[in-house]
């Protein structure tokens, strides 16, 4: 039955898991309701949703280029259902933002086949990473998925490389204009500090999500690798994108002031693009059905134990 409805990409299925996400995200938020009210107390929630859905509809854009070619929604049911697990992000609406501003890097990292706009896209990949980093300094790592891309792709254009410096000045130009006319300092402009962290104070919120990214990433695996043993080699570097992906998460999860279920956002990607490639390419149906039946009810089960 899921497998029917969402082996598709119809207005519908896009319809119905946008209204559960926001059903999620409205169920989480914390209002103030005491002190001054401002405008900006209600415009900050529907900023971190307007992040949310970029995420959303630019993972689906993400499974429809040439690197992974799937028409079916699988991904993004899997995204929706899984990211409640990480629900205290939806009241970080500066993380929101910062995630989705990652995701449309993500979108053009995975287009960067195309050689002769090569130095274009490049431009946007570390433009949009750069953004993305002055909202959340510790995605400024992400920077190096700029050079692999010019590694892979056009290893032999020495302008290249200065392209990433060039967007990161450009942004940070901007940036210091916006800070300098709206604080008269430079508290805009933030640089990551990595510490680590393993502290989590026996919060059993982490336990629901850590097994739910385990089954994925037992699903994944399997799926990847099956993949990567039928894909051409110009296929194949995408698939080492997402391990790479996998292992930056990591880091991202790891290195940090606090050690938080919300900082898994960005494990949690890449696990998702894993599980949908497993999905999409099992060829026993009640497999897939079982799998996406299983997920649905954690997913929906989980929003009654928040």
């Not at 296929?235 to 790891?254: D, E, N, S, T």
């Not at 279920?261 to 693009?273: A, C, K, S, T």
Request: hydrophobic share 60%; glycine share 4%.
């Amino acid at each position: 039955m899921l497998t029917s409805f969402f082996k598709n990409s119809k207005p519908i299925n896009f319809l119905v898991l946008l209204v559960l996400l926001l059903v999620q995200y409205l169920a989480v938020q914390k209002i103030e309701v005491e002190g001054s009210q401002t405008w900006l107390n209600y415009l900050l929630p529907v900023v971190g949703f307007l992040g949310l859905v970029v995420a959303f509809l630019y993972l689906n854009a993400v499974v429809k280029t040439k690197a992974f070619a799937q028409k079916n929604t699988y991904a993004v049911l899997i995204f929706v259902l899984g990211i409640i697990c990480f629900y205290p992000i939806f009241n970080d609406h500066q993380a929101l933002i910062a995630y989705g501003f990652w995701m449309i890097a993500l979108r053009i990292l995975f287009g960067m086949q195309d050689v002769q706009h090569f130095g274009k896209k490049l431009f946007d990949l570390s433009f949009f990473l750069v953004i993305a980093a002055t909202f959340n300094p510790q995605l400024y790592v992400y920077l190096l998925f700029a050079y692999l891309s010019i590694l892979f792709f056009s290893p032999n254009q020495i302008t290249h490389y200065f392209i990433p410096i060039l967007a990161c000045l450009a942004v940070w130009l901007i940036v210091l204009a916006i800070s300098l006319l709206g604080y008269d300092d430079t508290r805009l402009l933030l640089w990551p500090e990595w510490t680590i962290n393993f502290d989590w104070n026996n919060d059993l919120n982490f336990i629901f999500p850590l097994g739910l990214m385990g089954f994925l990433l037992l699903l994944g695996f399997f799926g990847l690798l099956a993949a990567i043993q039928k894909s051409q080699s110009s296929q194949k570097i995408y698939y080492r994108l997402v391990l790479l992906l996998l292992m930056f998460g990591g880091f991202i999860a790891v290195f940090q002031e606090q050690f938080l279920i919300q900082n898994f956002i960005y494990l949690f990607l890449p696990l998702v693009l894993m599980a949908s490639i497993w999905v999409t390419q099992t060829k026993t149906k009640w497999k897939s059905e079982s799998v996406l039946l299983f997920l649905t009810i954690l997913g929906l089960a989980y929003n009654f134990f928040i």
